[in-house]
T-cell receptor
């Protein structure tokens, strides 16, 4: 199993450009998440999904959109990039239901710079 | 929503000594408390977790303690080694794996092991 795979690993965007961060997992996990990590700030939840066709906002959703058409894929879309979106983005997945180990499996991260 | 405070932000210890990282949480309904380790440039990985029906859990040199009354939990690393150098994140959730809200993370502790 490859686990959680994110692409691209690095990207530089100009203000106002759009892009999609791709995330796919091969563990048949129902739950998937997007976090952003800023220096000294921990991980903040952007969006999450409890299964194909279902998505919901996390703590910091503004400026982002997601979709979940399949169990495997959970892309994150930035429509109008702003410098405040410069960050490292992590996709993660977990297996539920209730009573499972609860472990989050993270991708390797995508470092995005908006200039 | 949940708020997780983590201290200290940086901790430097001599190799072989013990390290303790502390976290407090705000929502008494939280019942799952994992700890993640993130080495430089790598993805976060689960090292230990504890549920609210347990007061302490150990795994070799790592232990976690939970005080539900005071709403705080701690990570203890004994006999520290150079490979323990990393950023450690605590987190809290009302569901294992994050569930409907995802995990709320602390801001992280940079643990430095001095030779």
């Amino acid at each position: 199993n490859a686990g959680v795979t994110q692409t691209p690993k690095f990207r530089i965007l100009k203000i106002g450009q759009s892009m999609t961060l791709q995330c796919t997992q091969d563990m048949n996990h129902n739950y998937m998440y997007w976090y952003r990590q800023d220096p000294g700030m921990g991980l903040k939840l952007i969006y999450y999904s409890v299964g194909a066709g279902i998505t919901d906002k996390g703590e910091v959703p503004n400026g982002y959109n997601v979709s979940r058409s399949t169990t495997e894929d959970f892309p994150l879309r930035l429509e109008l990039a702003a410098p405040s979106q410069t960050s490292v983005y992590f996709c993660a997945s977990s297996y539920l239901p209730w009573g499972s180990t609860g472990e989050l499996f993270f991708g390797e991260g995508s470092r995005l710079t908006v200039l | 929503g949940e708020n997780v405070e983590q201290h200290p932000s940086t901790l430097s210890v001599q190799e072989g000594d013990s390290a303790v990282i502390k976290c407090t949480y705000s929502d008494s309904a939280s019942n799952y408390f994992p700890w993640y380790k993130q080495e430089l440039g790598k993805r976060p990985q689960l090292i230990i977790d504890i549920r609210s029906n347990v007061g302490e859990k150990k795994d070799q040199r790592i232990a976690v303690t939970l005080n539900k009354t005071a709403k705080h939990f701690s990570l203890h690393i004994t006999e520290t080694q150079p490979e323990d150098s990393a950023v450690y994140f605590c987190a809290a959730s009302m569901r294992a794996g994050g569930g409907a809200d995802g995990l709320t993370f602390g801001k992280g502790t940079h643990l430095i092991i001095q030779p």
